[in-house]
């Protein structure tokens, strides 16, 4: 089956620092890619949807130079909390889906636990 | 807008016992419907969709899922649940020409006792 990986698994950073989170696709090209939030005991929240090579389209209420989103290539996306802040500390998930059209199945990473202190 | 219940947050079953999970949702037309597994460490697995057609829809892992438009539900159900199927379930929603944006539940805890 398709498999979308997330590095790192976790990560814990001070206030004020930047940290990048990549979701890459490892035996598909994901023409999109989305980024998920999700909050203890709560749902998955969509914050941005990616096009390789195209700029993300973020989700209302998102701050777009806050989650820098970079969908460089067919395989590889990186989410970029700039300037993090103890309130950005989450359980970030990204999902790969390989095509347009009708239905395209979304294949979702293990998600990425950001600490900020 | 669309929205999804999951009105259980929850859930704690015998192994062996049937489990019905419970998944309302808001939408003005007919939506794709989904059902996702979440277990520590691994990411969402999809179990079972809806687009049309035949409303019993079959998945993976033995479940299935009703979708009853008359109550805008539809609940996933296992007729003997594994201890295995411990872990988080999503009911999702994805409204037509949303470029497949999925829109998730809550989520429901299952804990299997054996």
């Known amino acids: 089956g398709a498999v979308v990986s997330q590095h790192p698994s976790w990560v814990i950073c001070k206030s004020g620092t930047s940290v990048k989170i990549e979701c890459r696709s490892l035996?598909?090209?994901?023409?999109?890619m989305f980024w998920y939030r999700q909050f203890p005991k709560q749902s998955l929240m969509l914050m941005a949807t990616s096009n390789e090579g195209s700029k993300a389209t973020y989700e209302q209420g998102v701050e777009k130079d806050k989650f820098l989103i970079n969908h460089a290539s067919l395989t590889l996306s990186t989410l970029t909390v700039t300037s993090a802040h103890p309130e950005d500390s989450s359980f970030y998930i990204c999902?790969?889906?390989?095509?347009?059209?009708?239905?395209?199945?979304?294949?979702f990473g293990p998600g990425t636990r950001l600490t900020v202190l | 807008a669309q929205s999804v219940t999951q009105p259980d947050i929850h859930i704690t079953v015998s192994e062996g016992a049937s489990l019905e999970l419970r998944c309302n949702y808001s939408?003005?037309?007919?939506?794709?419907l989904f059902w996702y597994v979440q277990s520590p460490g691994q990411g969402l697995q999809l179990l079972l969709k809806y687009f049309s057609g035949d409303t019993l829809v079959q998945g993976i892992k033995g479940f299935e899922a009703e979708f009853k438009r008359s109550q805008s539900s539809f609940n996933l159900r296992k007729p003997s649940v594994h201890w295995s199927d411990a872990a988080e379930y999503f009911c999702a929603v994805e409204g037509a020409g949303t470029a497949s944006k999925l829109t998730f539940g809550t989520g429901t805890r299952l804990q299997v006792t054996l």
């Open positions: 939408y003005g037309a007919t939506p794709y």
């Open positions: 999902s790969a889906s390989p095509g347009q059209g009708f239905y395209n199945e979304q294949f």
């Open positions: 035996d598909f090209q994901a023409t999109t």
